[in-house]
């Protein structure tokens, strides 16, 4: 088929799911978490090599696997690509087709189920590894890229994966940038999702000077969705499998919750994950309790991660043997619904 085609097919699906997703409510448990999304990771792989080649430095997702999610409930793939592979050598340079073309037809094929996909450059803030300064080509970047999604309400954009050590007057306008590129381009229906400073930590969010300096971020379409990581385990970095304790989840999102509340904003966890152990299983649990009893601020949580080159990577949930696909993943769908 055309990738006009495509492209048309894909907006029409969009139209027909759309609202269903927004009132998920389990009549059954109660649970009403409206997104349970899994991270697909691989398309930024070889991060220190910016060109690459796919499958070889990188891969894309394989797609049998987004309907075996689906069937568990999830509804959001944030799908993890480079910005220097989609522009190669600058932000405001041309497509590389190929690249793009890969990621359209996995934004396409995933929104055509009707599950949401969330655009996210995984670039930390950065460009051939330096932090991005010029605040108008991140515009035009964005604005490049919302253009091909436009017609499809079913993505989310993502303005970067994870700031980290950048002036945090920059981080607000880099994402005040991305906001006022993609409603440029025409994406006016679309959910956009912030991230802020210190690797974007709900436990961190009030304490590392995000909230004070993100909340005033602007968007005519009123539809920012705030995107938080939370990760269970000492130093919250995500590398190791044992948890604090087994409410250590719902401990770590307390101030954020209260200052979504405060505020009058959304947020979503995009990133989070534990170890395949019972006290890890009950901290995920707690935590996930607690973003359902608060889901009046919180849309849901993004499971970190599938993909098919992590192998037996502790939080792997790439079916069918990754290790929190066969231990986490039972524990945890009941959550979100089914
Ligand atoms: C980068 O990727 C290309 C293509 O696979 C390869 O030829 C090159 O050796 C890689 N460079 C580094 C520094 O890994
Ligand atoms: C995906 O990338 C590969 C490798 O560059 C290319 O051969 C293929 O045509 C691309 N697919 C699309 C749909 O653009
Ligand atoms: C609600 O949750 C129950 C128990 O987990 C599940 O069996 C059922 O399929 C869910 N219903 C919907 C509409 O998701
Ligand atoms: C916690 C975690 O696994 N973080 C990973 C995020 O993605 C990058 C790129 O794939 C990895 O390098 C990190 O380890």
Request: aromatic share 14%; glycine share 10%; hydrophobic share 40%.
């Given at each position: 088929m055309l990738m006009k085609n495509l492209l048309a097919a894909a907006a029409l699906a969009a139209t027909a799911f759309a609202s269903p997703l927004e009132k998920?409510?389990?009549?059954?448990t109660g649970r009403k978490l409206k997104w349970f999304g899994i991270n697909e990771s691989g398309a930024e792989f070889?991060?220190?090599?910016?060109?690459g080649v796919y499958g070889k430095e990188y891969t894309w997702y394989d797609l049998s696997t987004v309907d075996q999610f689906i069937t568990q409930g999830v509804n959001v793939f944030r799908l993890n690509f480079l910005m220097e592979r989609v522009t190669p050598g600058s932000l405001t340079g041309a497509f590389d087709p190929l690249y793009l073309g890969n990621l359209t037809a996995q934004v396409n094929y995933i929104t055509g189920k009707g599950a949401y996909a969330m655009v996210q450059p995984h670039n930390y803030g950065r460009f051939l590894g330096n932090i991005i300064t010029d605040t108008a080509a991140f515009k035009t970047w964005w604005q490049n890229v919302a253009a091909v999604y436009k017609d499809n309400d079913l993505v989310v954009f993502d303005t970067n994966n994870e700031y980290h050590d950048m002036d945090q007057t920059l981080v607000f306008n880099l994402n005040q940038a991305a906001i006022d590129g993609i409603r440029?381009?025409?994406a006016t229906?679309?959910?956009i999702t912030p991230e802020g400073n210190s690797w974007t930590g709900a436990w961190t969010w009030v304490s590392s000077g995000n909230?004070?300096?993100?909340?005033?971020l602007k968007d005519p379409q009123d539809k920012l969705i705030y995107q938080m990581h939370q990760y269970l385990d000492t130093d919250g970095s995500g590398t190791h499998e044992e948890c604090v304790s087994a409410t250590?989840?719902?401990e770590r999102l307390q101030a954020a919750t209260?200052?979504?509340k405060d505020n009058k904003k959304q947020g979503v966890i995009g990133e989070f994950a534990a170890g395949a152990n019972a006290q890890c299983i009950t901290a995920l649990q707690g935590g996930l309790?607690?973003?359902d009893d608060n889901s009046d601020v919180w849309w849901g949580a993004i499971w970190w991660a599938a993909g098919p080159w992590w192998g037996p990577y502790m939080y792997s949930m790439e079916p069918p043997s990754g290790p929190a696909w066969t231990g986490v993943l039972p524990q945890i769908k009941s959550y979100f619904l089914s």
């Amino acid at each position: 088929m055309l990738m006009k085609n495509l492209l048309a097919a894909a907006a029409l699906a969009a139209t027909a799911f759309a609202s269903p997703l927004e009132k998920r409510q389990n009549s059954t448990t109660g649970r009403k978490l409206k997104w349970f999304g899994i991270n697909e990771s691989g398309a930024e792989f070889g991060e220190t090599n910016f060109t690459g080649v796919y499958g070889k430095e990188y891969t894309w997702y394989d797609l049998s696997t987004v309907d075996q999610f689906i069937t568990q409930g999830v509804n959001v793939f944030r799908l993890n690509f480079l910005m220097e592979r989609v522009t190669p050598g600058s932000l405001t340079g041309a497509f590389d087709p190929l690249y793009l073309g890969n990621l359209t037809a996995q934004v396409n094929y995933i929104t055509g189920k009707g599950a949401y996909a969330m655009v996210q450059p995984h670039n930390y803030g950065r460009f051939l590894g330096n932090i991005i300064t010029d605040t108008a080509a991140f515009k035009t970047w964005w604005q490049n890229v919302a253009a091909v999604y436009k017609d499809n309400d079913l993505v989310v954009f993502d303005t970067n994966n994870e700031y980290h050590d950048m002036d945090q007057t920059l981080v607000f306008n880099l994402n005040q940038a991305a906001i006022d590129g993609i409603r440029a381009a025409g994406a006016t229906k679309q959910y956009i999702t912030p991230e802020g400073n210190s690797w974007t930590g709900a436990w961190t969010w009030v304490s590392s000077g995000n909230a004070a300096s993100l909340v005033a971020l602007k968007d005519p379409q009123d539809k920012l969705i705030y995107q938080m990581h939370q990760y269970l385990d000492t130093d919250g970095s995500g590398t190791h499998e044992e948890c604090v304790s087994a409410t250590i989840f719902a401990e770590r999102l307390q101030a954020a919750t209260q200052w979504l509340k405060d505020n009058k904003k959304q947020g979503v966890i995009g990133e989070f994950a534990a170890g395949a152990n019972a006290q890890c299983i009950t901290a995920l649990q707690g935590g996930l309790k607690y973003l359902d009893d608060n889901s009046d601020v919180w849309w849901g949580a993004i499971w970190w991660a599938a993909g098919p080159w992590w192998g037996p990577y502790m939080y792997s949930m790439e079916p069918p043997s990754g290790p929190a696909w066969t231990g986490v993943l039972p524990q945890i769908k009941s959550y979100f619904l089914s």
